[in-house]
């Protein structure tokens, strides 16, 4: 396969640049860790090294080096096609540098190819109580998914750890093959009368999951390709990726890996976050009985904020600008989607909020995330259930966390084991009586 042979030439560099790093630099000091940060969340402490992707705080994510930007105008599409594959945005990531058109395809091609999904997987969905979480049902079938994975096999057989990265990568592919029947099967489940639509061999992997969701229109295949690669990795420190990371560093294949990464993704100050921004622009829609004025609408947002309000999809704890992925939605929202309503309410908050934001001083960065239009966007074609989007949200999210796994496999990285302390140990450290 073609990600294989891609990794296995650059592999003898990479890791000699590990190697080189650790053998002669290894103790040279990257930074120092304060009580503040200990308390803080280890916000800002450089501990993780990955080359996948580098969130700039004022640009905005790069994957593999490419900008959001980049990423949409140089990845290979599809004739007739709008967005690039996701097959090539998998290639960008795994091996690291732009892929041909027939490179994606044949990454597309290997997912086809594995996309069979076990009758047990569906069965342990079935047997759910239907008010669970999507982001429940996701987890579950991640891990149900396991009783498939070849790494166990070969790590019980001895085979040298060297190798690891081969069955990782083998996993991921089959993994995220399965990935879309199964998203789309938690939707049909969940909000469709637990109808049943086969995959399209003809269609793409992201034009797939539009299909099996009943959304055959171009411009819903579309918004799936946009959505699927913009949402794919945001360098490694958040909850996700670094849970994800975290849980591989035990050698856990990529589907426990990954379905511990989910239930990161699915707590409410990171991937859940997404449903409640849809919410909460159509409370504001419904409070307006329609579009308010500018004057009515920065009135309203200004007493949310008195009241201590926290307005979902502004602030971010690294990015300190407009979100490039919310940018590239407004543009497609723009082609598409002009006129719609609740489109134009987020550009009225995007005009209104961030000086009342700035004005409040409270908030390090007033600016829109890409959860303030997601919803507005997957709502315009009636994916309105807003607790289905970090399913959506995640189905994206696996493309980056196995990047990250089969990487850290191929250089071999150790168990991760930071260290704890107690309260009394800081507070002898800083000079404190006990409970002072
Ligand atoms: N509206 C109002 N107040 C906000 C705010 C917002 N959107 N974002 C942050 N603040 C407030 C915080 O509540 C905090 O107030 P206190 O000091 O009273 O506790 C203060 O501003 C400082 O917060 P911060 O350091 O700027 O933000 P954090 O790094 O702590 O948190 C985030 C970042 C995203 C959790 C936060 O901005 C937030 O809750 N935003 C709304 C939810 C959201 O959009 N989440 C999506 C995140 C996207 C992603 O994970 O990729």
Redesign the pocket.
Known sequence: MIIHDRIAEQLPEWRDRVATLTRQHGKFKICDVTVEQIYGGI?GVQIQVTDISYLNPLEGIYLRGYSIGDVLNFLPCEQGAEYPLCGGLYYLLTVGSLPTLEEAREVEQEWQLRSQVPKHVFDVINVMPPQTHPMTLLSAALTALQTDAVFPQHYNNGNGKADYWKYFLDDSLTLIGRLMTVAAYIYNWKYQQRKYIAPDPALDWAANFAHMIGRDSKDYQELSRLFFLIHSD?EGG?VSAHTGHLVCSALSDVYLTCAAAMNGLAGP???L??Q??LRWLLKVYDHFRGLPSEEQLSEYLQAQ?DA??????????VLRTT?PRFTVQVDFANKYLPEDEIFRLVQMVYAVLPPL?KK?G????PWP????INGALQHHYGVDQFDFYTVLFGVSRILGITAHAIWSRALMKPIERPKSLTTRMLEEMVGLPPGA
């Open positions: 916000r945001h958040n100050l990171h991937g976050a997404n409640e921004c904020l201590g309000g926290v307005i979902p999809g502004y602030g971010h704890a979100d934001l409040q409270k908030v390090k960065n995330n890409v959860d303030a």
